[in-house]
């Protein structure tokens, strides 16, 4: 028993200790999804960031409708915030038709050259 806690111990000094690095979940991407429906059947895939030649940040974020046999329609909206985290520019909701078991791309501009960041806000269309 000795021998194999001493083994133990030698293994931890030598070795060191192993940290865990968390996967990136909904929430390191600043997506809301406001309502209960909408976090079952809406699943984030990515999103990607780019830059205009006036500087201005262009956002798309991947979604993915995963009901098996319904179409989904959802209401988005981006919130765009500057280095200091101050809300600079929110868009207008816009209603979208995710289809069933599908992928849609939701895209958007901030107008201002001072967006560093953003929240997208995702919840049940209305219509």
């Known amino acids: 028993m000795k021998r194999v806690f001493i083994f133990y111990l030698l293994s931890l000094l030598c ?18 999804l406001l309502e209960q429906a909408t976090e079952l059947y809406i699943q984030y895939i990515q999103h990607r960031r780019t830059r205009t030649d006036s500087g201005q940040l262009g956002v798309v974020v991947d979604i993915r409708n995963i009901h098996p046999r319904k179409d989904i ?16 520019e929110p868009t207008a909701w816009n209603t979208v038709v995710v289809p069933k ?8 501009t901030c107008m201002s050259d001072q967006c560093v960041d953003f929240k997208l806000y995702i919840r049940d269309s209305k219509n």
């Open 15 to 32: 070795c060191g200790c192993v940290f865990l690095v968390p996967t990136q979940s909904k929430r390191d991407i600043n997506l809301v």
């Open 73 to 88: 329609a959802v209401d988005w909206k981006m919130v765009f915030y500057d280095k200091e985290r101050f809300e600079i």
């Open 101 to 108: 078991q599908q992928k849609i791309s939701l895209k958007t």
